[in-house]
């Protein structure tokens, strides 16, 4: 069994940057593709990033393209996801994904999951 622990959530302005890390229990980064989803109140999971097995292709929901960067280190079996120019609208749980058991890296159904880190963007 894999297991992720994110890192990095926290408070911030809007406009202001924040920094997640996602590390495996053990070498599943470099075998896997990643991903990170979101959930905000009330509303369903919704798929942010991923970043496929080689980290050579990234994928990004429209709503995050050109502010959210993933990126991943297999030394170091951890997957990032760096926020930038952070929206109120960005204000979530947002949780690592690891080995994508769906049609394409957007679809939620991953084996393996993390519990979440809080993400606040304050206006």
């Known amino acids: 069994q894999v297991q992720l622990l994110e890192s990095g959530g926290g408070l911030v302005q809007a406009g202001g940057s924040l920094r997640l890390s996602c590390a495996a229990s053990?070498?599943?980064?470099?075998?896997?593709?990643m991903a990170w989803f979101r959930q905000a109140p009330g509303k369903e999971r919704e798929f942010v990033a991923a970043?496929?097995?080689?980290?050579?292709?990234?994928y990004y929901a429209g709503s995050v393209k050109g502010r959210f960067t993933i990126s991943r280190d297999g030394t170091a079996n951890t997957v990032y996801l760096q926020m930038n120019s952070l929206k109120p609208e960005d204000t979530a749980v947002y949780y690592c994904?690891?080995?994508?058991?769906?049609?394409?890296?957007?679809?939620?159904?991953?084996?393996?999951w993390g519990q979440g880190t809080q993400v606040t963007v304050s206006s």
């Open positions: 970043i496929n097995w080689s980290g050579r292709n990234t």
């Open positions: 994904a690891a080995e994508s058991a769906g049609t394409s890296y957007t679809d939620p159904r991953y084996n393996h």
């Open positions: 053990r070498r599943t980064s470099s075998t896997y593709a």
